[in-house]
Every structure is written in C-alpha cells, then in structure tokens.
T-cell receptor, first 111, second 115 residues
Framework: DAKTTQPTSMDCAEGRAANLPCNHS???????VYWYRQIHSQGPQYIIH???NNETNEMASLIITEDRKSSTLILPHATLRDTAVYYC????????????FGKGTSLLVTP | EPEVTQTPSHQVTQMGQEVILRCVPI?????FYWYRQILGQKVEFLVS????????KSEIFDDQFSVERPDGSNFTLKIRSTKLEDSAMYFC?????????????FGQGTRLTVV
C-alpha cells in the first residue's frame, strides 16, 4: 500500500506547465516526499524530494503544503519527452523508509 | 554523471534454473536495493542491503532469492530455481545514505524471461 493518492492520468500541452498533485495525509515527522518518473519500462528516474520547504532543481519544482498532507510536482515547460508515469512516494518509517511505488500518474504531453 | 549499471539487459532462462542478475552501484554509495516490475504492474520493493547485510526485505523476497556483494563493486541478485512468475524487469538501485534523506538512483533494469 503506497499510502499516497494521485490521479490516474493527466494531459498537458507541450510548452505548458504540468502540475501533478499528490495526497499523503498520513505523512509525519521526518518522512520525505519523493517524486520519480518512469518512461516506458526504463528504470525509475529520480526527480526531486522535499520535507516541508518548497524545492526546485533543474528538472522540476516541488510545492508541499504547510500541513504536509499534499504536494504538487511542477514541470514548468513540459516537453514530449516528459511523457511518463510519475510517482509520488513517501518514505515511511514503518516500512523501513523503502521506496514503495504506487500506480502513479500517467502524464501525456501533447504537441 | 555516475550511474547504476545492470547486466545483462535481457536474460532468458528455463524454469528451474538459477539466475544471477548483476549490478554495479554508484561508487560512493553504501545502500543497495533490488526492485522488480512484472509487465503491466507496479514497481515492487524486494530487498535493501547495507554493510553486507540485508536491512529490509519484502514478502516477495523468499528463500528462493539471495543477494550478495561479492567484491567492492558488484551487487548481485540470485534466484535459485526460477519460476514462470519470476518473469519481470529487475531494477537495482543505490543511495549514498539510508533512511529517508537521500535519493536512490536506479539502473535501466534486466528483463528476465522464464520459459
């Protein structure tokens, strides 16, 4: 049980921002929120992670709500190569901080 | 950029045979993981490994599976007697630290086909 909730699928026009939401209402303490993506059957690719502050790197931004119960991954200018399944993962202490992948959000970027 | 490498990319084996999947983690990483993904299903955690010991394992990781770090660079997953249902993509990952703080990087996977 991944303990996170994400929409099954989303569409985004090329060049526009893709905003992928995630609910993780049972998060607590020092449990981080991670985002990975998987293109076809390639290995999962790390995108970004955060604890409570918003984070930004060269790939994306991560916005975490003040109560930490939800977050949004933002791809500022989506390209066709961003079409992938995006996974929001909380590394829960009671699962040994394992990366437990759920079903993720299938993002389709269209021309 | 450092990366996790896995060999072979595709392995076909007969049911009942032993297979060894190989991984070279990123060189300064200390924590190692195996995951699998059955076609069309989600990525599943198998095992984590640190300091030459298994630190966590899932219910999938039964007595048919074993892991080893035979030297300073390789990390292997052995399946003793393969079954048809072991057919899957197997991903190796590594991270610099354990816990929740640092990210894990994944290899491109080995596709195991059991016939």
């Amino acid at each position: 049980d991944a303990k996170t909730t994400q929409p099954t699928s989303m569409d985004c026009a090329e060049g526009r921002a893709a905003n992928l939401p995630c609910n993780h209402s049972t998060i607590s303490g020092n449990e981080y929120v991670y985002w990975y993506r998987q293109i076809h059957s390639q290995g999962p690719q790390y995108i970004i992670h955060g604890l409570k502050n918003n984070e930004t790197n060269e790939m994306a931004s991560l916005i975490i709500t003040e109560d930490r119960k939800s977050s949004t991954l933002i791809l500022p200018h989506a390209t066709l190569r961003d079409t992938a399944v995006y996974y929001c993962i909380v590394r829960y202490r009671d699962s040994g901080y394992a990366l437990n992948f759920g079903k993720g959000t299938s993002l389709l970027v269209t021309p | 950029e450092p990366e996790v490498t896995q060999t072979p990319s595709h392995q076909v084996t007969q049911m009942g045979q032993e297979v060894i999947l190989r991984c070279v983690p990123i060189s300064n990483h200390l924590y190692f993981y195996w995951y699998r993904q059955i076609l069309g299903q989600k990525v599943e955690f198998l095992v984590s490994f640190y300091n030459n010991e298994i630190s966590e394992k899932s219910e999938i990781f039964d007595d048919q599976f074993s892991v080893e770090r035979p030297d300073g660079s390789n990390f292997t997953l052995k399946i003793r007697s393969t079954k048809l249902e072991d057919s899957a993509m197997y991903f190796c990952a590594s991270s610099e630290e354990g816990g929740s703080v640092t990210e894990a990087f994944f290899g491109q996977g080995t596709r195991l086909t059991v016939v």
